[in-house]
């Protein structure tokens, strides 16, 4: 059975060393008033956190997915131990971490945060979900609830009390919302009646609380056609008093949960609306605008699903590395024994090294990113916010569908090491395979955060965004100019930097003529600014680690394992720039096949 | 639920206009005088395979997985209606169909054969696998067993009145199978006494027929230690009379059944011998010779698992392509409905043309090399036998490795274009994922193949096979100048035969200092020889397709769809060699990392 434990070394580096995270947070009031800010209280809370999940969360990972989730007349019944776990959770303010003291909440930034929730997603992804969507639904209903509502409903979420969920997806409609079928009719006294049938909703019913908040997109009666008539609902599954009590048993009724490949101890529910009171949230006809607030966080949150499973997978794939031998190396390593460890094979060790440098680059982009969001969120100056809210739209998509690609790849190859017995459901690998294959295709298909990325996040404004993320990577050249360890990184960033630039252009003009160009090209260009974005983290955690070292602080040798691997980052998997550069270049013109000779599609498209 | 359709169209295409198979079979006494050399023959005997792929094997594909195999006392139940299709299947002559006439065979060509099994893979990979199984059984006895083993256990086996396994691994070993430690004792009666136990044993125990044959490694007392100690032994469940009828039960005994990610309905079984009596197969201690025989028509049974998963998953995508409407293309293509099939989406038909190519290019090969064996096992000349064994010594390693590796591609990408829907088990999808992810793990897992491929079938040799494989590429390119339309397949031909002779000497030469250094390219080096061989078939199949065009012969665009693929296959799926090689250049340095610091491993390699 795999075990895990949290990689606190690795997490206290980025925050101390590469983001020097204290200094930033105390620069921000909302902070430091709270005294929320030191790494001293970061450090507490990630121990204690990574207790939790190894000791409490993790066990229940694999009796989790051999149970799943059960219903009858629309009770869920979720695994053995989980909802005792999340009590636990809840009871210890884990839930109220990084929410509003407002609400009850502790205020904690959001690296600290995503730290924790990282370690509950390598701990038992499929548990980690239920407070990941109530996470979510609290995020959306801070920004748009009325102050009633969040009166009501924010202090239930923090204190775990209840449970929220993200309703989008109808049987017809998962990318293209602005087809969605829910509809919403206003009762007069400001609630309004919804119906209409929800799929794949993840923690959409289950046992843990007795309340469930389901924030649901419906279009009211009357409104425009597509997204522009979508607004979103707060639909309790029990009605609430004003006092906060529970009222009556709502018209949502979970029909029946999805049979899955992985997450299966998380209860993806088929949800029936049928007149079901809801309360408006926001305004009408914009509910596609508090949606995305609710997906920002989600889609970093799913990037963050492949960061946790890559790590758990690779901890568990070095473990059995070391342990099993077979085969003998020359020379030999361990003379004793019939065989060598297979560690020391080259290519058990480029897996492992695959896993780990991926996940170490994913890691670095998480915490960047979570602190850029508590800039977002809180600094008082204006241009500050603006910065980082603009660097976190701009790599949001890459964080969702880089990790989560690279996190699939690191479990699959994770499993690889096992040989066999990573095929075996007792070893544990396969379920981490199965589990991250899910990131890559809900909340957004990893092609839609592509064309994101490339359509509405550079294109969209010129490139301004893009810019200044180049603008970061060229100071930081300058300013390492004299580290002569970086010399052959920092040439390889200010390459990648202009290669980006002549690329957006490329596709941009292209684009002008065809919008296919730019749409056969997203997902290799994702792919593209995902690894210069990785290259430039790996860069930075090695000048920390160069620091270090000149400092005389690599007593346990974690800055010079730091440094190999950003060694192996860059020689071994940022050249897959150099096919997607290719590609990318070649664009539509290989994709506008003959329809009907090659796919025997009656609608020609090239004839169209 | 996922539908399924034998490709007869492509097998026609690769076997009459590409491989021109009919000439070279009507030059091969063997099939001449049996008459088994025909196209129309060939045509026949898929289109019948087809039907029963189709009608038989097909529909119990998902409640296979479903139900999945179950062990009570030893005894094996295999899902509903499995036994009866296999018993269908023996009854209507499949198993004897490539088999030696003089044992009931049909004296069928590989190239059929082959083609046969690549549609019950198709169909149904777990049931497919006890067949297959037997086959790999049949052939190391056909190569090796005594006449007096060969009269009595050949004929049952080409009639499927008993099956046939490979019992290789044991719990310490699997690569590495010079530590096997079960051990026979000679009983000076021409038998042997085999104790130890066996796991991972494919269609190891099972409802199908009376007996199985067992062909188990094992070291005979006294037998030197390693591989050169092995024997191969046949081990019948029940012990054979002199006259074929069945004995007494033997002393092998499924202990447990593996519960897998995948192949649910193949019983993967754990046996153990305890005194059974078995026969020596072959010469003592030389069993790794004979066994090599059975694994190198498993690998290319391997590879093609990739190929018959990708093909199935392939054509259920395109379908859901055609028929899942969502967000609008500009132009519209469908306009009268509210939103456009996805097909007209570019990557969307990125994924599918991805598919399309790896497993078009994937049969090419597998016919390709079928043809060869067929010409190694019966060519008259000694120099055609030669060539041909060369060709598929050098090309089984990547046969299985590129074909999984690319199947496995396949089938995520096939579940991609689901979105969510693909998660969900009732659409089929995820099925061919979990199914097509062990074929990169058995029969040596894909990093073993990749040493086979640079340690022994190139370097071991000075490069002479490979310089073979580059002689018919050099043909290829002189006698195809004149073709306009090839001219940019031949340049990227020219070059890339060119590199891998550069690639191939620059690892050679560092592996001459340091082993290691052919071992941390082994994998990125077989997948560039991979694409290299797929270019090369690219190449030949526009070059067949072009000749029909020209002729007037593409009434139905068949060959115009062949072209865009090529295209597609060089410009977007060949650019992976640039990654490649630039990887293969760095070497080992950015593995040989330092193992107490990167890996917390207290055996330094580095160091030692």
């Known amino acids: 059975m795999p075990s895990y434990k949290a990689p606190l070394r690795d997490m206290k580096f980025l925050m101390q060393d590469v983001l020097q995270?204290?200094?930033?947070l105390a620069g921000i009031p909302f902070y430091a008033e709270n005294e929320t800010h030191s790494a001293d209280l970061a450090e507490q809370i990630l121990e204690e956190a990574g207790r939790f999940a190894s000791n409490v969360v993790q066990p229940l990972n694999m009796s989790g997915d051999a149970e799943g989730c059960t219903v009858q007349d629309g009770v869920v019944t979720t695994p053995q131990g989980f909802k005792e776990a999340y009590r636990q959770f809840a009871a210890a303010g884990w839930t109220a971490l990084d929410g509003d003291p407002k609400y009850g909440g502790q205020g904690v930034p959001h690296v600290v945060g995503n730290a924790v929730s990282e370690m509950m997603i390598s701990a038992n992804i499929a548990w980690s979900m239920y407070p990941g969507l109530s996470h979510g639904a609290y995020t959306a209903l801070h920004a748009y609830g009325s102050d009633e509502t969040k009166d009501i409903y924010l202090p239930k979420l923090l204190s775990g009390e209840w449970t929220g969920t993200m309703c989008l997806t109808e049987p017809h409609c998962g990318t293209d919302l602005g087809l969605l079928r829910t509809k919403?009719?206003?009762?007069?006294?400001?609630?309004?009646?919804?119906?209409?049938?929800?799929?794949?909703?993840?923690?959409?019913?289950?046992?843990?609380?007795?309340?469930?908040?389901?924030?649901?997109?419906?279009?009211?009666?009357?409104?425009?056609?597509?997204?522009?008539?979508?607004?979103?609902?707060?639909?309790?599954?029990?009605?609430?008093?004003?006092?906060?009590?529970?009222?009556?048993?709502?018209g949502v009724m979970c029909a029946s949960l999805e049979h899955k490949m992985g997450i299966k101890a998380n209860a993806t529910a088929v949800l029936n609306f049928d007149g079901a009171q809801g309360i408006l949230v926001g305004q009408a006809n914009?509910?596609?605008?508090?949606?995305?607030?609710?997906?920002?966080?989600?889609?970093?949150?799913?990037?963050?699903?492949?960061?946790?499973?890559?790590?758990?997978?690779?901890?568990?794939?070095?473990?059995?590395?070391k342990d099993r031998i077979q085969m003998r190396h020359e020379p030999r390593v361990v003379a004793s024994e019939p065989a060598d460890p297979i560690i020391v094979h080259p290519d058990v060790r480029r897996m492992l090294l695959t896993a780990k440098a991926y996940t170490e680059?994913?890691?670095?982009?998480?915490?960047?990113?979570?602190?850029?969001?508590?800039?977002?969120?809180?600094?008082?100056?204006?241009?500050?916010?603006?910065?980082?809210?603009?660097?976190?739209?701009?790599?949001?998509?890459?964080?969702?569908?880089?990790?989560?690609?690279?996190?699939?790849?690191?479990?699959?190859?994770?499993?690889?090491?096992?040989?066999?017995?990573?095929?075996?459901?007792?070893?544990?690998?396969?379920?981490?395979?199965?589990?991250?294959?899910?990131?890559?295709?809900?909340?957004?298909?990893?092609?839609?955060?592509?064309?994101?990325?490339?359509?509405?996040?550079?294109?969209?404004?010129?490139?301004?965004?893009?810019?200044?993320?180049?603008?970061?990577?060229?100071?930081?050249?300058?300013?390492?100019?004299?580290?002569?360890?970086?010399?052959?990184y920092l040439?390889?960033?200010?390459?990648?930097?202009q290669q980006v630039g002549t690329l957006t252009m490329v596709i941009g003009q292209k684009a002008m003529q065809d919008p296919d160009e730019?749409?056969?090209?997203?997902?290799?260009?994702?792919?593209?600014?995902?690894?210069?974005?990785?290259?430039?983290?790996?860069?930075?955690?090695?000048?920390?680690?160069?620091?270090?070292?000149?400092?005389?602080?690599?007593?346990?040798?974690?800055?010079?394992?730091?440094?190999?691997?950003?060694?192996?980052?860059?020689?071994?998997?940022?050249?897959?720039?150099?096919?997607?550069?290719?590609?990318?270049?070649?664009?539509n013109a290989p994709l506008a096949v003959d329809d009907v000779a090659v796919f025997g599609f009656e609608q020609s498209l090239v004839n169209a």
């Open 491 to 497: 040439e390889t960033l200010g390459k990648a930097a």
């Open 21 to 24: 995270a204290e200094q930033t």
């Open 361 to 488: 680059g994913a890691r670095a982009l998480t915490l960047w990113l979570s602190l850029n969001l508590d800039i977002e969120h809180h600094h008082p100056d204006e241009q500050a916010r603006q910065d980082a809210a603009d660097i976190v739209a701009l790599l949001t998509p890459i964080a969702k569908a880089f990790m989560t690609d690279n996190g699939f790849t690191s479990t699959v190859l994770s499993q690889q090491v096992y040989g066999g017995h990573g095929y075996i459901k007792e070893w544990g690998m396969e379920q981490f395979v199965r589990d991250a294959r899910i990131g890559q295709i809900y909340e957004g298909t990893n092609g839609i955060q592509a064309l994101d990325l490339l359509g509405r996040k550079v294109l969209g404004d010129g490139g301004k965004k893009l810019q200044k993320l180049a603008g970061m990577l060229e100071q930081f050249v300058e300013e390492s100019q004299d580290i002569e360890e970086l010399a052959p």
């Open 184 to 250: 919403a009719v206003d009762n007069g006294d400001g609630t309004f009646s919804i119906t209409g049938t929800k799929i794949f909703i993840s923690a959409g019913e289950h046992d843990f609380t007795d309340n469930i908040v389901h924030l649901v997109l419906a279009r009211i009666e009357g409104a425009p056609q597509g997204t522009k008539g979508i607004s979103l609902f707060l639909v309790p599954k029990y009605t609430v008093n004003p006092d906060g009590s529970l009222g009556e048993r709502n």
């Open 286 to 321: 914009k509910g596609m605008q508090a949606m995305f607030v609710m997906m920002n966080g989600a889609r970093l949150g799913t990037g963050m699903q492949g960061l946790g499973l890559g790590e758990v997978a690779y901890q568990n794939a070095l473990a059995y590395a």
């Open 518 to 587: 730019a749409n056969a090209a997203a997902v290799d260009y994702l792919r593209y600014v995902g690894h210069v974005t990785y290259a430039y983290l790996w860069a930075l955690m090695s000048r920390a680690a160069l620091r270090q070292i000149a400092s005389g602080n690599d007593r346990d040798g974690f800055y010079k394992a730091k440094l190999q691997t950003a060694r192996f980052y860059f020689e071994k998997l940022f050249p897959e720039t150099r096919a997607l550069a290719a590609t990318i270049k070649a664009g």
